[in-house]
């Protein structure tokens, strides 16, 4: 297995234990943002804003970080996207603990925290095939997918410990200093010499969107995974909104379905790490999967059963990002990763603030339950729009593009 041969390289392995504590201070600080905005506005809407805000900056930074990633060191980058986030972190500890805080605080925390997670997500994405090399790329990714979704169950179950035993605060604290590993870790690593490239940024950032649109499969792919983000994916509003709106739970009962999300994306995961090679057509069925989950919240369940339902809605939305992003990255050539990589973040976080907002709006205008029911048919459609062409079953199988230029 590719994944196992990973974890026997020590570079890498390193590599991963890092990433995998800073995204797990990532997911208790996440569902502690919920929590906190729920708590000062009572209001689901407010929190699709701060998701608004969030995620808002991929839409004009994505891009410009592709060019940056295919020009500029990665590893220097990472430096700085990394320890922003941490001071960032470390700054809204300290306004929590002292009892400070206020919303107005949490829409600008988002926005540039967002910011720097915008530069970072292209560049970490392209850093990895560096470290990983490209034939080794799909068992990196499954091996990714596993760590982020270790941290997506573990990260909110802790946090909602935290919340209901020392305070909200605590989980930034913790987040602030989960960054520290792996900012040693890349001060050690040496700086790798980036190939030249010539031209001038926005004609290197065309070139990437070119290529997207005129690739058929990456760009079915990347419809699809902007479609799924923005009907399927919003989960840091639809959970906290969900658990507290409409099953009145507490906190720990928060991180507890937050976590359920995670299970079944371990589940994907662990599927993929076993079955490395590309499946285009997963993509699309792992949506159709997130769609008929999110259906399963209009029932009145009871709070495991909505469990259930999330751990389903987790299993969908990795077999869809793992399979899509895969599928992009063994299609895309070297020299144009970065920037192809930067339309994917670009597609894939920069419609969340949409998703978000509108899956706030839904729920305070129709209530959780059917809220959930009209995402779920506008993700159907999605799909079927997108299936009136065949997907192929692996990326060799593939349509190639006009004059079969890659």
Sequence with gaps: MLALALLRDPRYRNYWLALFISQLGTWM???????LVLELTGSAERLGLVMVCQFLPSLVLSLPAGVLADRHSRRNLLLLTQGGMAVLAGLMAVL????????????????VYGAFNAIDLPVRQS????????????????????????SRVTG??????????????????????????????????????????????????????????????????????????????????????????VLGLDAEGYGFLMSAVGVGAIG??????????????RTLLGSGILALSLALLFLPLPPWGVAVALAICGFGMITTLVNANTTVQLLVPDRLRGRVM????????????????????????????????VL???????????????????????????????
């Design 29 to 35: 600080q996440a569902a502690a943002q919920g929590w």
């Design 96 to 111: 929590i603990l002292t009892d400070l805080i206020r919303y107005e605080y949490v829409l600008l925390f988002a926005f």
């Design 127 to 150: 850093f990895t095939v560096e470290l990983a090399g490209r034939e080794r790329y799909p068992g990196a990714i499954a091996l990714n997918s596993f760590g982020f979704n270790v």
């Design 156 to 245: 909110p179950a802790v946090a909602g410990l935290l919340i209901a035993g020392v305070g909200l605060g605590w989980a930034y604290v913790l987040n602030a200093l989960s960054f520290v590993i792996m900012l040693v870790l890349l001060l050690r690593t040496a700086s790798r010499a980036v190939e030249s490239v010539h031209g001038s940024a926005v004609q290197q950032a065309l070139e990437g969107l070119r290529y997207v649109w005129q690739e058929p499969l990456v760009r079915q792919v990347v419809l699809m995974v902007g479609l799924a983000s923005l009907f399927g994916m919003n989960f840091q509003t639809l959970v906290p909104a969900y658990s507290r709106l």
């Design 268 to 281: 994907a995961a662990l599927l993929q790490a076993f079955t490395a090679q590309a499946r285009p057509v």
């Design 342 to 373: 930067s339309v994917y973040s670009m597609v894939l976080l920069g419609v969340a603030p949409v998703g978000g907002y509108l899956t706030g709006s839904l729920m305070d205008q129709l209530g959780g339950r059917t809220a959930s029911l």
């Design 376 to 406: 779920s048919l506008l993700l159907v459609l999605s799909a079927l729009w997108l299936s009136r062409r065949p997907w192929p079953r692996t990326v060799e199988e593939r349509p190639r593009s006009v004059g079969g230029q890659r």
